[in-house]
């Protein structure tokens, strides 16, 4: 919905800019008319005896007319040996054909000299003129050039006025609203931390009683998929409010002006929905701290937010949601208290959590009876909500790809590895020996997670090559339902498992492959984080500014210090490699074993890989 209606500005804008067009194209043919009318004119003023192109072109024979000089053929008319003159036109070039008294066909080049038609008609010699009907091209195409130079101009004023014109938001009804918070599942903590702002919208004259005032705005603030948008909507729902939704980069735009006036056009429309809730998704792309250096038209359209917001009564029972996943980069006014009163965390569910979300996205899907998703819970750890939608969308896939009618664990456990790691490739062709050398690779990573992370942490090693680019991969699950925190140990034996894929190789073939790439990728960041981020090192300074739910990192600290913190880091992976390939060596009879029986059957779970080891040593 717009702030108000535009489709009758606009619709005269389009009609006005039409009819301007049609007059200007009008106008190009009606000139050219005019030159041809004209050219017609001085043609049957200066002759008794006109005729068509047709009647002209039965005149002509098939042999090549002789070129003469210009000079030669008003001699030709001076000894009235001339019949008939043909002012031929191509394109833009005109030339005489000249037909004399014995028969004989003649052309000269035409000069444009009056004298030529004075003796023309002094010694009565037919002349007429005619046109190539083909070589109307280049004036077409010129006609055509000057409708697009009328046109061009005329489009790009009504993009920019387009552009200048209220943008559009997003509005949904009170009785459209369907989400409630059993749909968010999953965020318990989040749920309740907004439950005051419902009851707020549902009864605000008990909170005005009591002197209470009302909630401006509210801050989300998580990991992409976490169900930010999800809440908001619920809060709408549940308090049976009007909701609209905006994104950040709406207001963004390189005039300036334009995003403060979009602003005002938004909460206009808030202002006649109230009460409602106004969503603002992605908000940090318009409410960025601002800078010496920072953009004009964003900061006008920050300002024009903060001053809508302090304008909000305490009867408007308008609350402001936004969303982002960089709060770091917010302005500090824009999320002090008195704007976003509350700030809300959202954190990647826990196993309950994601087993609740996985219930909720399966109420729909037609599954097997007894299906049972608490250990796909267990084993996704990391998974956002959004993340386990898609898990159980790819399933409903599989299941139809496999010409079943419902859902199984089989399916969702297919789905989960295709998330993780792509879809089974077919089509690669590896040798044997690539093969063996991948086997080895993956029983170095899942013997050493066995080993040092215990036998109930290893849930699947495979061979089998998958479209992400992994020839071969281990799947593993925690060793707790929920794990907030983890010591050094913990660190150093997720290095020792990324680092045995390597060392395996080593072993076994006396080289490496590259096929070690992504695994030296996670070592290295693992151990920068044990040495740089957590100082578990003999380095207590953190040098590292983490961004909480988008991964990146910044260093602040000088360069000699994040010198010597990079040898820490290298010493901790040298130290780390030697005692993996140590242990390898120990084991490297049992390690053949189970290269060779990976080899035969591609695919193992955890626990037929738990049980081989168990009989092997």
Known sequence: MYKRNVTKPLFKIIITTMLFICCSISNIFAESAVKESAAGVTTTTTTTTTITTEEAETKTTTLQPTEIGYSEFISLIEQDKVAECNFATKSTTTTLEITLKDGKKVSCGYLDYEDVYNKLLEHNVKFYRTVDNNSNGKGLLMVIMQIVGILFPILLLLVLIQNMLPHRVKKTDCTSVSTRFSDVAGQEEAIESVQEVVDYLKAPKKYREIGAKSPKGVLLVGPPGTGKTLLAKAVAGEAGVNFIQVAGSDFVEKFVGVGASRVRSLFSEARKNSP??????????????????????????????????????ESSSIVVIAATNRPEELDPAFTRPGRFDRKVV???????????????????????????????????????????????????????????????????????????????????????????????????????????????????????????????YILHTPTEEQQHLQTAEDLENQISVSLAGMCAEKLFIGTTTTGVSNDLEQATAIAKRYVLTYGMSDTIYSGMTPSNYLGSSNYTCSANWLYNSEQKVEELLKKLKKSTEEMLIDNKSLLEELAQQLLLKETMTGNEFAELVGKLE
Request: net charge negative; hydrophobic share 35%; proline share 1%.
């Open 276 to 313: 409602c809730i106004v969503f603002i998704d992605e908000v940090d792309s318009v409410g960025q701290r601002r800078t010496s250096d920072s953009n004009s038209e964003r900061d006008s359209t920050l300002t024009q937010i903060l001053k809508k917001m302090d304008g909000f009564t």
């Open 346 to 472: 959202m954190q990647l569910p826990n196993v309950q959590g994601r087993e609740d979300i996985l219930k909720v996205h399966l109420k729909g899907i037609k599954c097997k009876e007894g299906l049972n998703v608490h250990h796909l819970a267990v084993i996704s750890a990391g998974l956002s909500g959004a993340d386990l939608q898609s898990i159980v969308n790819e399933a409903t896939f599989i299941a139809l790809k496999r010409g079943n009618n419902e859902v199984d664990e089989s399916d969702l456990y297919s789905a989960f590895e295709v998330r993780l790691t792509g879809k089974e490739v077919q089509s690669i062709a590896l040798s044997e020996e690539e093969r063996r050398m991948i086997a080895y690779h993956e029983v170095g990573h899942a013997f050493t997670q066995y080993k040092l992370s215990g036998k109930n942490t290893l849930s699947k090693i495979s061979i089998v090559p998958r479209t992400n680019g992994a020839l071969g």
